[in-house]
């Protein structure tokens, strides 16, 4: 069965940066095409970034593109969220989210993973 476990969540200030890393056991990592996504109070879980399954193909929601970056490293069965020029809008608790895919594959909608991380509170100050 495949576990995913966030971490490097916490609390920042507006500009400030975090890197989220989302490790996965119970299977081939680089089967797996991953995401990101986030839930903020109040709101319905919303797409952050994918990244297929080499890291060769990335996709990004527009609120974040340009100040987040999605990378995995299939060595080490990791995939990361780097976050640069946080805002408060920003602050919600991070999912990771993995499902196997095709070569070059990633997905953006929340229905095409299967699996769920437990989530990482990210929190921006202002």
């Known amino acids: 069965q495949v576990q995913l476990v966030e971490s490097g969540g916490g609390l920042v200030q507006a500009g400030g940066s975090l890197k989220l890393s989302c490790a996965l056991s119970?299977?081939?990592?680089?089967?797996?095409?991953m995401g990101w996504f986030r839930q903020a109070p109040g709101k319905e879980r919303e797409f952050v970034a994918a990244?297929?399954?080499?890291?060769?193909?990335?996709y990004y929601a527009d609120s974040v593109k340009g100040r987040f970056t999605i990378s995995r490293d299939n060595a080490k069965n990791t995939m990361y969220l780097q976050m640069n020029s946080l805002k408060p809008e920003d602050t919600a608790v991070y999912y990771c989210?993995?499902?196997?895919?095709?070569?070059?594959?990633?997905?953006?909608?929340?229905?095409?993973?299967?699996?769920w991380g437990q989530g990482t509170q990210v929190t921006v100050s202002s």
């Open positions: 989210a993995a499902d196997r895919a095709l070569a070059g594959s990633y997905y953006y909608r929340r229905s095409e993973y299967d699996y």
């Open positions: 119970g299977r081939t990592f680089s089967d797996y095409a």
């Open positions: 990244v297929s399954r080499r890291g060769g193909s990335t």
